[in-house]
Nanobody, 122 residues
Framework: QVQLVESGGGLVQAGGSLRLSCAAS????????MGWYRQAPGKQRELVAR?????????ADSVKGRFTISRDNAKNTVYLQLQMNSLKSEDTAVYYC??????????????WGQGTQVTVSS
């Protein structure tokens, strides 16, 4: 069983910062690509930032220069962070962690976290 658990969302004023974290744990052989997506009310889920297993990053144009994705490996857990600076009201959304993970059964699957709400007040 694999789990992705997000934390760090909340309410912040425009221009402020938040740091999201996603903890990946469970029966994991290898974590491949990981990323953050978001979904605002009435809109489709969209890519915010993605980090490949080789360290390549890509960002949505709307967050370039403001958001930074990074990954930390602990003993039994991998943490994916999203540092969000200069937040704007249009960044308000539910943010989801996503990962391509090869399990201990050597089968690769795609996983989603439960989401964390980010609200930016103007």
């Amino acid at each position: 069983q694999v789990q992705l658990v997000e934390s760090g969302g909340g309410l912040v004023q425009a221009g402020g910062s938040l740091r999201l974290s996603c903890a990946a744990s469970g029966s994991i052989f290898k974590i491949n690509d990981m990323g953050w997506y978001r979904q605002a009310p009435g809109k489709q889920r969209e890519l915010v930032a993605r980090l490949t297993s080789r360290g390549t990053t890509n960002y949505a144009d709307s967050v370039k220069g403001r958001f930074t994705i990074s990954r930390d490996n602990a003993k039994n857990t991998v943490y994916l962070q999203l540092q969000m600076n200069s937040l704007k009201s249009e960044d308000t959304a539910v943010y989801y962690c996503n990962a391509d993970i090869t399990g201990s059964d050597y089968v690769s699957r795609n996983y989603w976290g439960q989401g964390t709400q980010v609200t930016v007040s103007s």
